[in-house]
């Protein structure tokens, strides 16, 4: 199936230009050049750059209420040897594809959302879902972030459901079919793929009781290993998870699940949960020794990302570095109606460091950068993981308030608790940074970030190419249409170049 433009889409509810990210207008380009205006670092060449995200939020019959909800497109943006000029002998060429699953099927076929989404209620009738409620019908539009599962890439959202691709040609290659018995209703998006190549993740069983299961799949496998299993009464909103050489690391916000209304009510996803700041929050730590879970209760907050997980010394503490806000006004601050009418995310977020040391049941979190509104957090692929970064980037709101969406490139000195840099295009949002990191390299600042924008008069989503220490732009890369506005990107790099991020 071949999508170009499949429905007309609606005029821009408000005149900011660079708003025409949230736009369901996307195509689906075959190869297309690039203009590449500045010097590529030479290693950059012959890897690609892989966004993912929501592109098709209308249909002629209705639309997704929620920017998360949108059908999900791929992009690739590879760069090459070859160029003429001031490409310093670099080209690039730039194509999407829709990613084919069956939620882009049956609601191009309905001409309306035909499953439930985050934001967006379940037009099944409650009969219906009544007969599904063993095994309810979740989507499978992977619109957040990539992963592997030893060299198959696999995009994937909040549910269990895996759809896997190819990297070079975009070609949607099916949905993961696991060959265990492993009942997961809910799922990090953020599943992480180590060394090896196995790929990791929580799931959630949905009850009486709630179950999480840490598990992982090894290449050329289709089994989930469960290494871990603990329960809880009452789920917090569960988006990704993080970890250390020892240990996963799962967070438990204050949106707390109601199990039977997420099962018949048909509303939204998030729609299911509640805002119960007496009950708190969590962090649990699981061994990956022995698969044991420790628990340290924390303010409420809600939390998307960790910017890095690490082990500290010797004596089994565990520090955890996240990004929080302190109530639930974030996920609907990110409804579409708000965001296409320009209206300021609004929603402070601030980076914050918990300490989680053994024998201890608690711990109060330390805010490490006064005044830093920032979310969607990168760091070097050799530290994330693995080890302590003093240094981390991010998308930066503007600290007035006046700007919709990320306005800046932020980088923060975790250790001086300052803001070590800002890279900014006038009256652009800028989305996520994604740290590529020279191969072999081991500085934390060591490598380019790249980072997709959209300004007032571009013709299309302009790539800047950035030096992560002097946060100055060596490039930009003008691509031929406007990416509509996505999450995680992910770097495929030249082959025998190192470990894709």
Known sequence: MTLAAPFAAPAPAHPMDRLRGLQSTARELPDTPVEIRGQLPPWLLGGSLLLNGPALWDLPHGSYGHWFDGLAMLHRVRLMGGGQGGAGGASASYR?????TEDLRESLAARKPARAAFGTPD????????????HPKVT????VVMARIGSQWVAQTETPLLTSFDPDTLTTTGRI??????????????????????????????????????????PGRRTREVLARWSVRQAGYLHAFAMTPTHAIVWQPAMRLNAIKLALSGKGFIDSFAWNAALGSQIDAVSLADGSVRSWAVPAMTGFHAVQAFDEGEGGTLVLDLCTNDGPEIFAALQMER????????????????RLEPGRSETQPQTLVQ???VELPSVHGAYWGKQRSR??????????????MFDRTVKLDLDAGCIAGTWQREAAVQMEPLFVERPGS?????????????AEGDAGTVVGVIDPARMQCLATLHLPQVVPFGFHAAWKPAAGAGVPR
């Not at 099944?124 to 007969?131: I, K, P, S």
């Not at 965001?339 to 918990?354: C, D, I, S």
């Not at 240094?391 to 919709?404: I, Y």
């Open 123 to 134: 037009p099944a009738g409650f009969f219906t879902r009544l007969r599904q409620l063993r």
């Open 140 to 143: 499978d539009n992977g619109a």
């Open 391 to 404: 240094h981390a980037w991010f998308a930066g709101f503007d600290p007035d308030g006046r700007a919709p």
């Open 96 to 100: 999407s594809r829709y990613l084919q």
């Open 339 to 354: 965001l296409r009418a320009g209206q300021p995310v609004g929603v402070p977020h601030r980076v914050q460091r918990y």
């Open 371 to 373: 005044g830093a509104s």
């Open 177 to 218: 079919v696991y060959d265990d018995d492993e009942v997961i209703h809910v799922a990090s998006a953020h599943g992480m793929t180590d060394a090896q190549g196995c790929y990791w993740n929580v799931g959630l069983e949905i009850g009486p009781r709630c179950t999480y299961k840490l598990f992982r799949i090894a």
């Open 442 to 454: 081991t500085a934390e600042d060591d490598g380019v970030l790249l980072v997709p924008t959209l």
